[in-house]
């Protein structure tokens, strides 16, 4: 199978590898990944940095800027990038096991959403979204209400990616010269894949999948729909989806820095 790895993702000789950097804050070195890409518009032609969950600075550049203004970017804002180093240290130092309770934050095409348990008495068992929360009826308190708000959150989050996934795909195919119809696709949790596509054009998508940003959702769909025309990652996959999306390698290296969040919550 063709597939994109939830993490650092495979390397590939025909895949352009990332430029690195480092930078002194204080008596610490920070890394950087720098990413190149295509702007669309000149609007979007402007070097940006972003600070991951799992500790990656990434450094998105126009294919155009040199080393020195990339280099004049990261100094301009290494104060803010420590900060974020520090803030995400220090939320790691504090994740704890989900007790699907109240007051918890789960994602939604990239927005985070506050759980809130009621528990509305002679109301039937539900889940649905309200300004802002993820809402979870039950009649009454249950012995084993942490399985049961767990259970209903994976249901929900399932009919989501369904939803999207399909809805996405219908919006991308019509770019897509070589696929003449919404292929075949089953949604199904797997713990290192976002997505995988068979030598029949059939596809595995994850439904945590749906948490991400929705850039995000159509990179992986695109980037499976390419492996229909290309079922490998020769020279010409990677031509074809840099075709499909020029910014392709920015929203794979945001994809990338929240995968460890999406996957294991």
């Known amino acids: ?72 970017a990261v100094y301009k804002r290494a104060r803010w990038i420590w900060q974020h180093l520090e803030d995400f240290q220090s939320q790691m130092d504090h994740v704890h096991e989900r007790q699907y309770i109240s007051g918890e934050t789960y994602f939604y095409l990239g ?41 209903l959150l994976d249901k929900w989050y399932y009919a989501q990616a369904c939803r999207v996934f399909r809805q996405r795909m219908k919006a991308l195919i019509p770019k897509m010269t070589w696929v003449n119809e919404l292929p075949p696709y089953r949604v199904m949790p797997m713990q290192k894949q976002w997505g995988s596509c068979s030598k029949e ?34 020279e010409q996959f990677w031509r074809l989806l840099g075709q499909q999306m020029p910014d392709w390698k920015v929203v794979k290296a945001e994809l990338d820095g929240m995968a460890e969040m999406y ?3």
Do not use: W
């Not at 590898?17 to 804050?25: D, N, P, T």
């Not at 759980?115 to 009649?139: C, D, F, N, T």
């Not at 998508?205 to 490998?232: M, S």
């Open 263 to 265: 996957l294991n919550e």
């Open 201 to 234: 054009g059939r596809l595995m998508l994850n439904p945590h999948l749906v948490k991400a940003p929705r850039d995000c959702v159509d990179y992986v769909l695109t980037h499976e729909l390419c492996h229909i025309a290309e079922h490998n990652h020769s």
């Open 111 to 151: 927005r985070r959403y506050q759980l809130k348990v009621q528990i509305e008495p002679g109301a039937s068992v539900g889940i649905k979204m309200v300004r802002g929360r993820l809402e979870v009826i039950l009649p009454k308190p249950l012995d084993n209400q942490r399985e049961v708000v767990k259970g």
């Open 1 to 72: 199978m063709s597939d994109i790895l939830s993490r650092q993702g495979t390397k590939h000789a025909t895949e352009e590898q990332s430029e690195r950097g480092v930078f002194a804050y204080g008596d610490q070195k920070v890394e950087y990944q720098v990413v190149r890409f295509f702007p669309a518009k000149p609007s979007q032609n402007k070097v940006t940095i972003k600070v991951h969950p799992d500790s990656r600075v990434v450094v998105a550049a126009p294919r155009e800027a040199t080393e020195l203004q990339i280099r004049d």
